[in-house]
C-alpha cells in the first residue's frame, strides 16, 4: 500500500513539476527516486535494528 501511495504522490509531483515549467524528465527522475527510497525502505526495513520480532524469547545467537 505505501509503495502504490507513493507512486500516486511522485506521479502529482511530476505533473505539477511539469505544470510550472520545469523540464519533464526532470520532474520524472524526481518521482523515480521517491521510488526507489520507497522500495528500499520496503526492503531492508524489516532487517534495520529493533524491527525484528523475538518471538521465542532469545536475544541473539546460542550455539545447539
Known amino acids: 500500500m505505501g ?3 507513493t507512486t500516486i504522490a ?3 509531483v511530476w505533473i505539477v513539476l511539469w505544470a510550472v515549467d520545469v523540464k ?3 520532474a520524472f527522475m524526481i ?3 521517491m521510488i526507489v527510497v520507497a522500495v528500499t525502505f520496503r ?4 532487517a534495520a535494528p ?3 520480532n523475538d518471538e521465542d524469547g532469545e536475544h541473539g545467537w546460542s550455539p545447539r
Open 3 to 5: 509503495l502504490l501511495l
Open 10 to 12: 511522485g506521479l502529482v
Open 31 to 33: 518521482t523515480v527516486g
Open 50 to 52: 529493533g524491527q525484528r
Open 43 to 46: 526492503v531492508f526495513g524489516p
Open 24 to 26: 519533464s524528465f526532470d
